[in-house]
């Protein structure tokens, strides 16, 4: 069977893209609207469809971490907003996943535990030393 083949006009193309975004589209997933980076907290700022403002430390984002203030000021809401996106960067984030906690690959989130369990804090340090008192870890049998 001879298929035929209909060459489209560039407006035609991009209302298929246009189009086929809006099927891929889950309407459960947030939606960022807009993005900023708050250099006075250190925090990417989000905010959602619907009125929603959601902020993480950009420390926390897989090829965040270290960028210049200035670099990471110039974040990007993809189309449909599904996405933020650092071109000089080259760092790529979605919305949905950085609203339930991920911020990378699984290789990225477990070193970000690794670097949480780090931490020396004195609330680390009292609780530490109240589980001392109590007898310290239990042996492994």
């Given amino acids: 069977m001879a ?9 035609e193309i991009l209302a298929q893209i246009a189009a086929a975004r809006e099927r891929a589209a889950v309407e459960d997933e947030p939606r960022a609207e807009h993005a900023y980076y708050d250099a006075a907290t ?5 905010e959602l469809k619907g009125g929603t403002v959601f902020g993480f430390p950009a420390e926390y984002a897989q090829g965040l971490r270290g960028a210049s203030a200035e670099d990471l000021a110039k974040v990007e809401v ?3 907003g599904v996405g ?3 071109e000089k960067l080259d760092a790529d984030l979605l919305v949905g ?4 906690g991920i911020f990378g690959t699984r290789h990225w989130m ?3 535990g690794r670097r949480g369990g780090r931490a020396r804090t004195l609330a680390k340090a009292r609780a530490a030393r109240r589980n001392g008192l109590k007898g ?4 492994k049998s």
């Fill in 3 to 11: 298929r035929s083949w209909k060459l489209l006009t560039d407006d």
């Fill in 110 to 112: 477990r070193e970000l």
């Fill in 78 to 80: 993809t189309p449909g």
């Fill in 97 to 100: 996943s950085v609203v339930r």
């Fill in 136 to 139: 310290g870890r239990p042996r």
């Fill in 42 to 46: 250190g925090r990417v700022m989000v």
């Fill in 84 to 86: 933020l996106h650092w």
